[in-house]
């Protein structure tokens, strides 16, 4: 396994892949890497030849006040992990190879898709998330990247980019992945307490309320996102950011279940903000 930190060394590298004919799989990640990740790591490996992991914590998508210098960081435990995947390459520029000074260039994607959700209580987020993927499209050109549907607003918005500025890019969704007792796997997990791990349990536990209440003959909206409400209040420490039901395809407005729907919460237990979401079909 080859790890590179230089831009241009990992954009000739793959370049030269290219040339070979070999097909390139990237999963854009910021380390601190989970089964989640891993999960990821395997289904590229089963379309691709080569399979490149790329480790940035991105501070352009970090706000002033969020997590950025204590966000968790593990680059020898990431890298065992990715060793014992066989995993082809590893990618962990510096801040400063990526952004340098005077660095002034961005790729943003504007419209209800941005603007709702983790956009609408993290301004500038969603910019700093487009800029850095584009980057990383560029360096490691991959025929296919890979991304976790935890994130569910930031593939939609991913696969619109690639859509419209014409990557030549297959974008692949792969499902969440739960801890036994349901909980979203996230980095952020490693933060709460005891406490704060299990009353997070609500927030799974209140998708899989609505899932039943949607298939049972329950479809207004606003009824929806009130059991949700109410189930994660039960919890006290935690504080909710968004509860909201949306279309699937494009976070359209809806006020009924008709079709695919994307069910997605934010709830902060202490310093931690998690998220988590739901498709549901009737």
Not at 201 to 215: G, K
Not at 244 to 264: F, M, Q, S, W
Request: hydrophobic share 40%; net charge negative; proline share 3%.
């Amino acid at each position: 396994m080859k790890v590179f930190n230089d831009v241009k060394e990992m954009q000739n590298w793959c370049l030269d892949k290219k040339r070979q004919g070999q097909k390139i799989g990237l999963i854009p990640t910021m380390g601190y890497l989970h089964a989640g990740h891993l999960s990821l790591v395997k289904e590229a490996g089963q379309h691709c030849d080569i399979v490149v992991v790329s480790i940035f914590v991105n501070p352009i998508q970090f706000g002033p006040n969020e997590d950025f210098d204590s966000y968790p960081r593990d680059v020898e435990s990431d890298r065992k992990k990715l060793e014992e995947e066989k995993v082809d390459a590893i990618f962990a520029p510096s801040v400063r190879d990526m952004y340098r000074e005077g660095y002034n260039s961005w790729v943003e994607l504007k419209g209800e898709i941005t603007s709702k959700l983790c956009g609408g209580s993290r301004e500038g987020h969603f910019k700093g998330v487009t800029t850095v993927v584009s980057k990383l499209f560029n360096i490691c050109q991959p025929d296919m990247a890979f991304f976790g549907q935890k994130d569910a607003q930031q593939v939609m918005i991913i696969e619109k980019m690639v859509q419209e500025l014409n990557f030549p890019i297959t974008i692949v969704r792969v499902p969440i992945k739960r801890e036994a007792d349901g909980l979203a796997m996230s980095s952020r997990n490693v933060y709460l307490d005891e406490e704060q791990r299990q009353q997070a349990l609500a927030l799974s536990r209140s998708l899989q309320e609505a899932r039943r209440l949607a298939e049972s003959g329950v479809v207004n909206v606003a009824r929806l996102k009130q059991a949700i409400r109410e189930m994660i209040a039960a919890a006290p420490q935690a504080n909710i950011d968004y509860v909201e039901i949306y279309d699937a395809n494009d976070l359209g407005d809806v006020e009924e279940i008709t079709g695919r729907v994307l069910i997605a919460l934010a709830v902060k237990f202490g310093n931690t903000r998690l998220i988590d979401n739901l498709i549901v079909e009737v």
